[in-house]
């Protein structure tokens, strides 16, 4: 158990609708990642955290956005949903602003249909 | 443009044998090289890694063997069991964002 905990673990929804994913840190951690994991792309980095700012963004689309809240959770919202963004997503944890060593939570299957 | 390049894609390797997985990145500003360990149905977990200032670091039956001319660098598990059956990344860092390789899929027989 890394201490990362996401929710919801699987999630079915249609093309246009909206969800949001939550995510909880392992207790003092700071920094929250998002990443998403496809078969054809890999893990991908979203955006990243630092005790509530944003820190540094990825291939993260337009319509995706997060943020950190003051509990330190996070959430990430994606909208407009396409077939394509079915995937797994990842949220991560680390102590640090600048530290290699991420915990990974369980992820939230995602599925557009 | 991928990053880091991983090879091979998957890999069936005997119990007792010598899995290895290599990895290429590309850009030299990357100061930091993990391993993640990812079973079905669960995150990554990091296995070990490497800073560019050691050509190898081991642990147990893992090896990281890191070549910085090369920019490559490489996963050797020893004594392969089953349970090692899993994917692994290779991955690169710069100030934390963690670029990942594609993957293997590693099965080791019994």
New interface residues.
Partial sequence: D?G?TQTPKHLITATGQRVTLRCSPRSGDL?V?W?QQSLD?????LI?YYNGEER?K?NILERFSAQQFPDLHSELNLSSLELGDSALY?C?S?A????????????SRLTVL | QQQVKQSPQSLIVQKGGISIINCAYENTAFDYFPWYQQFPGKGPALLIAIRPDVSEKKEGRFTISFNKSAKQFSLHIMDSQPGDSATYFCAASKTSTLTFGKGTMLLVSP
């Fill in positions: 890394s990362v920094s990642y990443y792309q890999g893990l991908q980095f990243q540094a990825g990842f991560a680390s640090q602003a600048v530290d290699g060593e991420l915990f990974f939570g369980e992820g």
